[in-house]
Nanobody, 121 residues
Framework: VRLVESGGGVVPPGGSLRLSCAMS????????MAWYRQAIGKTRELVAEMSGSGNTNYADSVKGRFTISRDNPKNTVFLQMNRLNSDDTAVYYC????????????????WGQGTQVIALS
C-alpha cells in the first residue's frame, strides 16, 4: 500500500493549485489525513489536517486560502491552494493514518513521495 501525490507545479503569485493524494492498495480504514510541507532549510510543518469525522485544522498562514477535503471511498485527500505566494513554496507531503488487518488489527502512517509547489513571479 502506498500513496501517490500529484498536482504540484509552478504558478505566479496569486495563482492556484490542487494537490491530490491517492492510495494504491486496500486498508481496513483511514483515520486522519493531512498535508505537510517542507521548504528549503526549514523543518517539515503541518499545513492542514482532517479527522475521520471531517473536522479540519489549518496552519494560521494558510487559513482562508487552502482547503483540505477527502474522498473516503477512494482513500484520497486533496488540498486546494488559492492565492499562493512565495512563502508557500515547498515540497508538499500527504500523510494518511491507517488501520489495517493482517492476522490482527494494526495501525500505521503512510507518507506520499512529495510534490513540489513553487510560487514564482
Amino acid at each position: 500500500v502506498r500513496l501517490v501525490e500529484s498536482g504540484g507545479g509552478v504558478v505566479p503569485p496569486g495563482g492556484s493549485l490542487r494537490l491530490s493524494c491517492a492510495m494504491s492498495g486496500d486498508v481496513f480504514s483511514v483515520r486522519r489525513m493531512a498535508w505537510y510541507r517542507q521548504a528549503i532549510g526549514k523543518t517539515r510543518e503541518l499545513v492542514a489536517e482532517m479527522s475521520g469525522s471531517g473536522n479540519t485544522n489549518y496552519a494560521d498562514s494558510v487559513k482562508g486560502r487552502f482547503t483540505i477535503s477527502r474522498d473516503n471511498p477512494k482513500n484520497t485527500v486533496f488540498l486546494q491552494m488559492n492565492r499562493l505566494n512565495s512563502d508557500d513554496t515547498a515540497v508538499y507531503y500527504c500523510k494518511q493514518e491507517i488501520m489495517y488487518y493482517k492476522n490482527s488489527y494494526g495501525y500505521d502512517d503512510l507518507w506520499g513521495q512529495g510534490t513540489q509547489v513553487i510560487a514564482l513571479s
